[in-house]
T-cell receptor, first 117, second 109 residues
Framework: NAGVTQTPKFRVLKTGQSMTLLCAQD?????MYWYRQDPGMGLRLIHY???????AKGEVPDGYNVSRLKKQNFLLGLESAAPSQTSVYFC????????????????FGPGTRLTVT | SQQGEEDPQALSIQEGENATMNCSYK?????LQWYRQNSGRGLVHLIL?????REKHSGRLRVTLDTSKKSSSLLITASRAADTASYFC?????????FGKGTSLLVTP
């Protein structure tokens, strides 16, 4: 199993450019998440998905869009990149247990380092 | 927000010593999780403690949970240089986890 993979690993964008970050997991997990990590800020949740075709906003959703068309993939889009979006982006996934569902451990990808100039 | 807050922000110890990190949170939880992050890497799950548990062990790790005080602690016994990393707590009460800023642990030989 590859676990959680992220593409690309590094990217430099100019202000106003757009890009899509791809997250893929091969563990058949229901839940997927996008976080950003900035120095001194810890991890902040951008968007998450509790199943194929569903997404929800996290703590810092502005400037980002997401899609979960397939269960194994979760895409994060930046339509018009800004320098404030310079960060390391992490994707994570977890499986569902119980009804109502409770959270089990999250599995993280290696991260994408994005610089917006 | 159910964000955890870790304390201290930074901790420096020598190999063989024990390291204790604390976490506080604000509302009721289903469980609380601890993660480790080595420099430049993604987070790795260490241990999960449910709200009806008071203590849990995993190898050299010991986690306690006091729901009345809304706090948890992570103890790493007999620390090794390889334990150098950032440690995050993540209280959970729903679909998502809200991570704190972490405790940066440095273990020197």
């Amino acid at each position: 199993n590859a676990g959680v993979t992220q593409t690309p690993k590094f990217r430099v964008l100019k202000t106003g450019q757009s890009m899509t970050l791809l997250c893929a997991q091969d563990m058949n997990h229901e839940y997927m998440y996008w976080y950003r990590q900035d120095p001194g800020m810890g991890l902040r949740l951008i968007h998450y998905s509790v199943g194929e075709g569903t997404t929800a906003k996290g703590e810092v959703p502005d400037g980002y869009n997401v899609s979960r068309l397939k269960k194994q993939n979760f895409l994060l889009g930046l339509e018009s990149a800004a320098p404030s979006q310079t960060s390391v982006y992490f994707c994570a996934s977890s499986y569902r247990l119980g009804d109502p569902p409770t959270q089990l451990e999250q599995y993280f990808g290696p991260g994408t380092r994005l610089t917006v100039t | 927000s159910q964000q955890g807050e870790e304390d201290p922000q930074a901790l420096s110890i020598q190999e063989g010593e024990n390291a204790t990190m604390n976490c506080s949170y604000k509302t009721s939880i289903n469980n609380l999780q601890w993660y480790r992050q080595n420099s430049g890497r993604g987070l790795v799950h260490l241990i999960l403690i449910r709200s009806n548990e008071r203590e849990k062990h995993s190898g050299r790790l010991r986690v306690t949970l006091d729901t009345s005080k809304k706090s948890s602690s992570l103890l790493i016994t007999a620390s090794r240089a390889a334990d150098t990393a950032s440690y995050f707590c993540a209280p959970n009460s729903g679909y998502a986890l809200n991570f704190g800023k972490g405790t940066s642990l440095l273990v020197t030989p």
